[in-house]
Nanobody, 116 residues
């Protein structure tokens, strides 16, 4: 069955870094666009970053531009989110998502907490 398993979340102080990973299985990873979303308490889920299936196009939310980098490694069926210069407002549950046409899959999420 389809699985997206996020990892790499945790506790970090402002200015710190984390690298999230999302390991995919059960579908043809290389033909799917991959994205990261996040949801903070009391807020709607928001798009953080997207990378297309080829890996040459990336889009970021304005709030993370210049700090976060999305990348994919098709040989490992994995998408990453490198998060640098973390801020308190980056605290959220981070989810990865795979999309191709009408097909979309979500992971279960990983908690990122930035605390001072």
């Amino acid at each position: 069955q389809v699985q997206l398993v996020e990892s790499g979340g945790g506790l970090v102080q402002p200015g710190g870094s984390l690298r999230l990973s999302c390991a995919a299985s059960g579908f043809t990873f290389s033909i799917y666009a991959m994205s990261w979303y996040r949801q903070a308490p009391g807020r709607e889920r928001e798009l953080v970053a997207v990378v297309n299936s080829i890996g040459n196009l990336r889009t970021y939310a304005d709030s993370v531009k210049g700090r976060f980098t999305i990348s994919r490694e098709d040989a490992k069926n994995t998408v990453y989110l490198q998060m640098n210069s973390l801020k308190l407002e980056d605290t959220a549950v981070y989810y990865c998502r795979a999309v191709r046409g009408d097909n979309a899959y979500w992971g279960q999420g990983t908690q990122v907490t930035v605390f001072s």
